[in-house]
C-alpha cells in the first residue's frame, strides 16, 4: 500500500490542523493505521493509531485530549485533527500503516508501510 500524507503548514499556538492520509494499491481496511512524528533533534515518537474497523483508538499522553484520529474507509484515508496546537508539536507527521496488526500498536518497528511525512511548525 502507498501513503500520502498531507495537511501540514505553520500555525500559531492554539490553533488547529488536519492531518490526511490517503492509501493506494491495497484494501485500506485491511490496515491498522498510525500517526508517528519527528522533533527536529529528537527520535520519531508515537502519536496515534486506529483499528481496521475505528473501533479501538489509542493516543500518546502528550496529545491526549488535543488530538482526533479518525478513518473512512470508503475514502482510504486516515484523519489526524490536530487542535489546541503548541510549539512542542512541531515535527515532521508520518502516517503508517500495518497489516500484521490486530490491536494497534505504538513500536514503530510494528508498521510496514510509511508515508513521506508533512511538516507541521507551530510558533509561539
Known amino acids: 500500500v502507498q501513503l500520502q500524507a498531507s495537511g501540514g503548514g505553520l500555525v500559531q499556538a492554539g490553533g488547529s490542523l488536519r492531518l490526511s492520509c490517503a492509501a493506494s494499491?491495497?484494501?485500506?481496511?485491511?490496515?491498522?493505521v498510525a500517526w508517528f512524528r519527528r522533533a527536529p533533534g529528537k527520535e520519531r515518537e508515537f502519536v496515534a493509531a486506529?483499528?481496521?474497523?475505528?473501533?479501538?483508538?489509542y493516543y500518546a499522553d502528550s496529545v491526549k485530549g488535543r488530538f482526533t484520529i479518525s478513518r473512512d474507509n470508503a475514502k482510504d484515508t486516515v484523519y489526524l485533527q490536530m487542535n489546541s496546537l503548541k510549539p512542542e508539536d512541531t515535527a515532521v507527521y508520518y502516517c503508517?500503516?500495518?497489516?500484521?496488526?490486530?490491536?494497534?500498536?505504538?513500536?514503530?518497528?510494528?508498521?510496514?508501510?510509511w508515508g513521506q511525512g508533512t511538516l507541521v511548525t507551530v510558533s509561539s
Open positions: 486506529i483499528s481496521r474497523n475505528g473501533g479501538s483508538i
Open positions: 494499491g491495497r484494501t485500506f481496511s485491511n490496515y491498522v
Open positions: 503508517a500503516a500495518g497489516r500484521r496488526l490486530i490491536i494497534p500498536g505504538q513500536a514503530p518497528w510494528e508498521y510496514d508501510y
